[in-house]
């Protein structure tokens, strides 16, 4: 059976794992024959520099990714992405100015997630994080935005923005929020009492509360459509 693949940066993983939602990562590896798939930089960032510098704040999520890598359900990605990483950095942190100065949009990790999605020929990512998420999707879209919020208008590194959309075009993001949105339709939340709506809702803003970046106004859109669905 085919499986389908999707690269995980390390703040969905922290959403998941922080709201005590990891199991969907094993609903959808057990039932829907996905592969979740991390390069290096995400496992440092989430697993190993957590326990290696012993940061109480980040344990228990450190402990949880790490048994899903041990389970086989989050894939360390083999190869080396640092290089291909920091040219798309380069490429990233150098596209903004304010004030003269290049802002700094994404990290190694961050970085990394995409080469592997681009070596892989992966589609997905999973990803909370907005500003990436716009950078894929939308970069003039994420200057306005950044315009807005820092009350200054934004210089574009013109031949920046064409080598990274080069690279990362195409590429399709996927919030933790919408998994367990996905994982809803496919009968994760079923209960015997029929509460799973409720279920469903406490899970988004458990997410929401654990750094996804989902409004309440998605919740409740989202929420609204499905009490008008007819069973």
Same mark, same amino acid.
């Given at each position: 059976? /085919?499986?389908?693949d999707i690269?995980?940066?390390?703040?969905?993983?922290?959403t998941?794992?922080?709201?005590?939602?990891?199991?969907?990562?094993?609903?959808?590896?057990?039932?829907?024959?996905?592969?979740?798939?991390?390069?290096?930089?995400v496992?440092?960032?989430? &697993?190993?520099?957590?326990?290696?510098?012993?940061?109480?704040?980040h344990m228990?999520?450190?402990?949880?990714i790490?048994?899903?890598?041990?389970?086989?359900?989050? &894939?360390?990605?083999?190869?080396?992405?640092? &290089?291909? =990483?920091?040219?798309?950095?380069?490429?990233?942190?150098?596209?903004?100015? +304010?004030?003269? /100065?290049?802002l700094?949009?994404?990290?190694?990790?961050?970085?990394?997630?995409?080469?592997?999605?681009?070596?892989?020929?992966? !589609?997905?990512l999973?990803?909370?994080?907005?500003?990436?998420?716009?950078?894929?999707?939308?970069?003039i879209? +994420?200057k306005?935005?950044?315009?807005?919020?820092? =009350?200054?208008?934004?210089m574009v590194?013109? !031949?920046?923005?064409?080598?990274?959309?080069?690279?990362?075009?195409?590429?399709?993001?996927?919030?933790s929020?919408?998994?367990?949105m996905?994982?809803?339709?496919?009968?994760?939340?079923? &209960?015997?009492?029929?509460? /799973?709506n409720?279920?469903? !809702?406490?899970?988004?803003y458990k997410?929401?509360?654990?750094?996804?970046?989902?409004?309440f106004?998605?919740?409740?859109?989202?929420?609204?459509?499905?009490?008008?669905?007819v069973v």
């Amino acid at each position: 059976m /085919k499986t389908h693949d999707i690269v995980c940066d390390s703040g969905s993983l922290i959403t998941l794992t922080s709201s005590c939602l990891d199991r969907l990562l094993y609903f959808f590896h057990e039932k829907q024959h996905m592969r979740f798939m991390i390069p290096p930089a995400v496992e440092y960032e989430t &697993v190993g520099r957590v326990l290696d510098e012993n940061i109480r704040k980040h344990m228990y999520s450190a402990l949880r990714i790490r048994q899903a890598i041990e389970d086989g359900v989050l &894939v360390r990605a083999q190869g080396d992405y640092s &290089v291909a =990483g920091k040219r798309l950095m380069n490429y990233a942190n150098n596209l903004f100015y +304010l004030k003269g /100065k290049p802002l700094m949009l994404i990290q190694q990790g961050e970085a990394e997630m995409l080469a592997l999605s681009r070596s892989s020929q992966v !589609e997905y990512l999973l990803m909370d994080e907005r500003t990436t998420r716009m950078l894929i999707e939308a970069p003039i879209r +994420l200057k306005t935005h950044l315009e807005n919020e820092f =009350g200054v208008h934004a210089m574009v590194n013109k !031949e920046n923005l064409r080598q990274l959309t080069s690279e990362i075009s195409g590429l399709r993001t996927l919030r933790s929020s919408e998994l367990a949105m996905l994982a809803f339709e496919k009968g994760y939340f079923d &209960v015997s009492d029929n509460r /799973k709506n409720e279920m469903l !809702e406490a899970a988004l803003y458990k997410m929401k509360y654990s750094g996804c970046s989902i409004s309440f106004d998605d919740i409740k859109s989202y929420m609204d459509s499905v009490a008008n669905k007819v069973v």
